[in-house]
């Protein structure tokens, strides 16, 4: 393609725009369907209730270690469906490019997008291109939608949560802000830690494989305690926590301790909180652990009577403190 | 709300996020499936094949004559859907903001989504709301992603168009573009024309009351001019159009001839371009122009025997010119 880096009138919609469609995005993305540069997609579904949901991805920088604004943004999407329960089928791919970025990165970027829609075993199969002035997209942006069937029978909700519900999480939290953060110019310190982006579709499969499943989350943006306080509201219940069973890596613990940040609070991206009964608590986390996006999970607290939203964190010297709601994100531009 | 513009925190994933969105967001959209606050929203679908579609929405200004970008993210998205005959049913919504946008600015570009949802018979269901640095934004982008569902029967296509087809668009093309244009800062005319912008499901339903629809593209980016050659070229036939009997108005053909501009090739928001076998094509015509979005329809050529993706424009001279698909956008942000 003539020139190294996209100009706006690769969104005018032009033979420029045919160009960077046949000869990088429909090579890289492949698929019959998109192909076909139908105005939608025209997909035959199994039977189910529909899962459908959005997230754009503004992360800042596009690549870091463990991932990429495409990786997250393929994973996003298909990890909000997974949250409902449902196999997750089918993306959309909308991109607002920059003028002056180079065209290898944005090649690098859907490279990673197919990578991680195959190893998720969803496809992309409609998108749209924009482009916007030098200056107004910091590269690029990128918005997934995603549809999913949720198979007969399932009824996970965010609401889900019933008291005397064990809460697990799939590993150690707070590791893909850490590293988007320290991938960041002027950033200091060597740290061996990379994103936990990951999708999550086939865990979830795993554990509703072997027991049932209330509720669950995925802690991004707000981390793991937004989401127990969201899953504390939603369900009406109160939730207490045992702060040495939370996992956290040594390194996140420093660098948090270091910069003043609580890796409660920070983002993941290959992480879930999920509420199950009691009884079927063994059992799921044993096939948790036996699943590589699980191998490090832990039963983290239980679901209780007391007021609604009530999170509380047993700290290892027997004290109890309440879990607060962060404000806003200790690191913007996270995802 | 404190405050009255965009914070980075609005972004974050904690309270001030949380605020925004069910003091703002929610109210405006409203719709319990989006107040869940569920990761996906799950929904029973009626029979039929899926549709499938997303569309970013970058334009300058965010406000402009007979529209703003809220209008524009459902009714694209809706006019998507319907180009293959799907009955257009949800959307999500993702939000870029900049930190700095005005609350009254968000309010009114959802007051809008949310009028023209209900005028289309959409739903917001889902939606995603990201926050980034002052001038990394230029005010909001929006993205929608939507569904819809094709009945059985319908056969719909880019490239259904077959030989002896008539070519009918439902009114004058180039008001968009140049309504957008004239908008802009330092835009000098004194001009009466809006953006045609508009939800045409309920247009294709009337067409296909009555008659086969081969073929539909709804000539955004581009303009009519590669809706045309993406039509001929999908479907391997050629095409002879009559300049003539294309609409546009003079306001439109004047300013075009002022600023060197192709009114062809600009961009349209609420027009279709129809491939319809000539049998139905006086009913099918009928029916537009009882419809308030097709007053104005026009047959303006037929589908031919002859070279695959050639459009021949039959000028008031009595002598034939080759249309060609524009390289770029002559309007850049003008969707």
Redesign the interface.
């Known amino acids: 393609m003539a020139g190294d880096v996209i100009?706006?009138?690769?969104?005018?919609?032009?033979?420029?725009?045919?160009d960077l469609l046949r000869e990088i995005i429909f090579p890289l993305l492949g698929g019959d369907t998109l192909n076909?540069?139908?105005?939608?997609?025209?997909?035959?579904?199994p039977p189910g209730?529909?899962?459908?949901?959005?997230?754009?991805?503004?992360v800042k920088p596009i690549f870091f270690s463990g991932g990429d604004i495409g990786k997250l943004a393929v994973c996003g999407t298909v990890?909000?469906?997974s949250?409902?329960g449902?196999r997750p089928l089918?993306l959309?791919?909308?991109?607002?490019l920059e003028e002056g970025l180079r065209l290898e990165d944005l090649e690098r970027v859907l490279r990673s997008i197919a990578e991680w829609s195959t190893v998720a075993g969803v496809r992309v199969?409609?998108?749209?291109t924009?482009?916007?002035?030098r200056?107004?997209?910091?590269g690029l942006?990128v918005?997934t939608?995603?549809?999913?069937v949720?198979p007969d029978g399932r009824s996970i909700?965010?609401?889900g949560a019933v008291v005397g519900d064990a809460l697990i999480v799939n590993g150690y939290v707070g590791d893909h802000g850490v590293a988007v953060l320290k991938d960041r110019d002027g950033f200091g310190f060597q740290l061996d830690v990379g994103s936990d982006c990951a999708p999550l579709n086939s865990l979830v499969e795993a554990m509703l494989g072997v027991g049932t499943v209330h509720s669950?989350?995925?802690p991004?943006?707000?981390?793991l305690a937004?989401a127990l306080k969201?899953m504390a509201d939603?369900s009406g219940r109160a939730m207490e926590l045992v702060e040495k069973d939370i996992p956290v890596r040594g390194e996140v613990r420093a660098v948090c301790e270091m910069l003043g940040l609580d890796a409660m609070?920070v983002?993941n991206e290959g992480k879930l909180l999920a509420a199950v009964p009691e009884s079927d608590s063994t059992a799921i986390l044993q096939a948790m652990k036996s699943h590589p996006l699980g191998a490090d999970s832990s039963v983290i607290g239980r679901v209780t009577e007391g007021r609604k939203g009530r999170v509380s964190v047993l700290t290892p010297l027997g004290s109890a403190r309440l879990l607060r709601?962060?404000?806003?994100?200790?690191l913007?531009?996270i995802c």
Chains 1, 2 share one sequence.
């Open positions: 100009t706006i009138a690769h969104g005018g919609g032009g033979t420029r725009m045919q076909t540069a139908e105005d939608a997609a025209c997909l035959e579904l209730k529909l899962a459908f949901t959005t997230d754009s991805f503004v990890n909000d469906l949250m409902v449902a089918y959309t791919l909308g991109l607002i199969v409609a998108g749209d924009k482009v916007v002035e200056g107004m997209a910091d942006y918005n939608a995603g549809v999913g949720i909700s965010i609401s669950l989350r995925d991004t943006r707000g981390g937004a969201e939603a609070l983002a709601m962060p404000s806003g994100e200790q913007p531009r």
